[in-house]
Nanobody, 128 residues
Framework: QVQLVESGGGLVQAGGSLRLSCAASGRAFSMNAMGWFRQAPGKEREFVAAIDWSGGTYYAESVKGRFTISRDNAKNTVALQMNSLKPEDTAVYYC??????????????????????WGQGTQVTVSS
């Protein structure tokens, strides 16, 4: 089992920055990849960014160049640095982790179905 706890959400003006953090416990060291997803009211959960076991990073087109995902293996944490925030970035942001077994069944790292474990979410609100 893996437990994920997000922190760092809040209210920020457009153009501002926030840094989200996800602390992983349990068998986090065995995870194939970690990712961030978001869900706005009335919309489906969507991919934001991911980082795989080798350090490879993946981003949604809508956040590329503005968001940066990173991981600290020693501390079992994953961070999402969000710059130049826009009102359309407003959503609940979820940290997710996927096992090697899940990766072998669902190879698409950008799909929420490819992840085994989820945090409780943290609200990000960007005002215009």
């Amino acid at each position: 089992q893996v437990q994920l706890v997000e922190s760092g959400g809040g209210l920020v003006q457009a153009g501002g920055s926030l840094r989200l953090s996800c602390a992983a416990s349990g068998r986090a060291f065995s995870m194939n990849a970690m990712g961030w997803f978001r869900q706005a009211p009335g919309k489906e959960r969507e991919f934001v960014a991911a980082i795989d076991w080798s350090g490879g990073t993946y981003y949604a087109e809508s956040v590329k160049g503005r968001f940066t995902i990173s991981r600290d293996n020693a501390k079992n944490t994953v961070a999402l640095q969000m710059n130049s925030l826009k009102p359309e970035d407003t959503a609940v942001y979820y940290c997710a982790a996927r096992s090697l077994a899940k990766a072998q069944v669902m190879g698409n790292i950008k799909s929420p179905r490819g992840y085994d474990y989820w945090g409780q979410g943290t609200q990000v609100t960007v005002s215009s």
